[in-house]
């Protein structure tokens, strides 16, 4: 069921680093890949998304970067704070198919 | 501006037994997802609610059935509970069908014991 793989499981970045999360997806039907941001007890919260018809897509400190070719993204938390300890999860979906296919979370602590 | 409401937070039940989970759409929106996320896994489709019918379902059997309401809100009746259902259900809203743009409650927390 998975089409999309999620890297790494874990992450500790201190506080002002960059913390970078990537993802890659197998169906090339896909065009739209959203970011979602989850605390602990809490729903997922939609954070950045991007279609693949541009490589970068820039939001206050959360960029989301696109390789189309390799069929890959990320995403880059730039001075990363202890406020951005969560998981995150990546995702994608094509218009029209409700299914949204997710990967399986990183979880990301930020050290003061 | 409301956003995506569900109940129960948290519920326990026991094996065999059957289950309804309730959800209201952000405000706005007329269409409805539900989701099953296991812990420490990413969520997985379960179904979607348009003009009250089911529009597009996943890999789920059909102990999973839902409803959608005139005013938009949806349920989800999981029957004979089996202790592998024990999960996070989130309900997410969206403009309509067919958007990717979908937005999350905080889930209803389900064991099965």
């Known amino acids: 069921q998975q089409q999309v793989k999620q890297s790494p499981q874990s992450l500790i970045v201190q506080k002002g680093g960059i913390s970078i999360i990537n993802c890659a997806y197998e169906n090339t039907a896909f065009d739209y890949f959203p970011w979602y941001q989850q605390f602990p007890g809490k729903g997922p919260a939609l954070l950045i998304a991007?279609?693949?018809?541009?490589s970068e897509k820039k939001e206050g400190r959360f960029t989301i970067s696109f390789n189309k070719s390799a069929k890959q993204f990320s995403l880059h938390i730039m001075d990363s704070q202890p406020g951005d300890s969560a998981t995150y999860f990546c995702a994608a979906s094509r218009e029209g198919d409700n299914d949204m296919r997710f990967g399986a979370g990183t979880r990301l602590t930020v050290k003061p | 501006d409301a956003g995506v409401t569900q109940s129960p937070t948290h519920l326990i039940k026991t094996r065999g037994q059957q289950v309804t989970l309730r959800c209201s759409p952000k405000?706005?929106?007329?269409?409805v997802s539900w989701y099953q996320q296991a812990l420490g896994q990413g969520p997985q489709f379960i179904f979607q609610?348009?003009?009250?019918?089911?529009?597009q379902r996943g890999n789920f059997p059909d102990r999973f059935s839902g409803h959608q309401f005139p005013n938009y809100s949806s349920e989800l009746n999981v029957n004979a509970l089996l202790l592998g259902d024990s999960a996070l259900y989130l309900c997410?809203?969206?403009?309509?069908?067919?958007?990717?743009?979908?937005?999350f409650g905080e889930g209803s927390w389900l064991t099965v014991v």
């Open positions: 405000s706005g929106h007329d269409t």
């Open positions: 997410a809203s969206s403009f309509t069908t067919g958007t990717n743009t979908i937005y």
């Open positions: 991007i279609r693949p018809d541009v």
């Open positions: 609610y348009y003009e009250e019918e089911e529009r």
